[in-house]
């Protein structure tokens, strides 16, 4: 919400990542990957076409732009004496033809406001969902039943290019990765078809841990600049909700198999020793 606030307040202006950074997420760290996660959110709350916005424009490398109309809310009918009057001056000049020229202008009134208030409806109605749902995530985690800590689910990668066109390469990464992880002995990691379950679901991640019983959560996104790709991981505890171990990947994209092995055997190597070693020796980072 505070970030819909704040492209809001710039309509028709391109926000840069780093005000957006200091006005959404002041006084706390965290990284660009914290936007890009937050406008699609937004994009799929609104359900707003990346390619062909309606909501939220995508700026390539210098940020985002509102190019919805904003305009200051208003609780007020549509004035009915006004109406009233137009309608008995368009009685007397013509009376054959009372509702064709008189009740076009009234509905158009009608559903500009009407389309004015849904929208700002459905605004409230997502804040207070992910309110809830935040809510629901701490009571959770509080109440989350403890899971085996040699456990772990890849959750599918996300696709955060600007084309949003590498969502095969982010699913095999996703592949990949859950392929390396169950071959470490005693790490216990669900199938690609429970972790697909979640694809484009907004759980929170204790409830997704607890379907799948597991003590940790991987997930991650895909970016692209030019030839390159960076390919982001992050290791979340999920009785906390804390980010406990994150790193980002750049590759040419030259070889996409050589890639998604390469880097899912960097990601499989750090979280084999951050796991062994227990939560006590894991590197918290304290991003919720």
């Known amino acids: 919400m505070r970030l819909l606030l704040c492209l809001a307040e710039h309509a028709g202006e391109v926000v840069s990542i780093d005000d957006l950074l200091n006005q959404v997420w002041p006084e706390v760290t965290v990284t660009p990957d914290s936007v890009y996660q937050a406008v699609a959110s937004l994009r799929r709350l609104l359900g707003d076409d990346p390619k062909q916005p309606t909501y939220i424009a995508t700026a390539p490398r210098l940020g985002y732009r509102m190019v919805a109309t904003v305009s200051p809310w208003t609780d007020q009918w549509p004035d009915q ?20 020229p008189t009740s076009g202008p009234r509905l158009r009134a009608g559903f ?21 749902v935040a809510n629901n995530n701490r009571s959770a985690s509080a109440a989350i039943a403890p899971q085996p800590q040699k456990s772990i689910a890849v959750l599918p990668f996300l696709d955060l290019t600007e084309e949003m066109n ?47 019983g597991v003590a940790y959560v991987l997930d991650g996104s895909v970016r692209k600049s030019g030839a390159r790709l960076r390919v982001a991981a992050r290791l979340i505890r999920a009785d906390s909700g804390y980010v406990v171990w994150s790193e980002t990947y750049d590759r040419p994209l030259d070889d996409i198999l050589m890639v998604q092995d390469d880097i899912a055997g960097e ?3 750090a979280l084999r020793a951050s796991i062994e070693a227990g939560p006590d020796h894991l590197p918290s980072r304290q991003f919720p």
């Open 81 to 100: 004496s006004i109406a009233a009057t137009d309608s008995s001056a368009s009685d007397s000049e013509h009376p054959a033809t009372t509702d064709a």
């Open 112 to 132: 500009t406001w009407a389309a004015g208030a849904a929208l700002c409806l459905a605004l409230v109605v997502a804040f207070l969902f992910h309110s809830k």
């Open 166 to 212: 590498q969502e095969p390469f982010a699913d095999g990464m996703t592949e990949e990765l859950i392929d390396k992880l169950s071959k470490i002995p005693g790490l216990r990691v669900p199938a690609p078809t429970s972790s697909f379950y979640f694809k484009g679901k907004q759980v929170p991640i204790a409830d997704i841990a607890k379907t799948l």
């Open 267 to 269: 990601v499989t190597k």
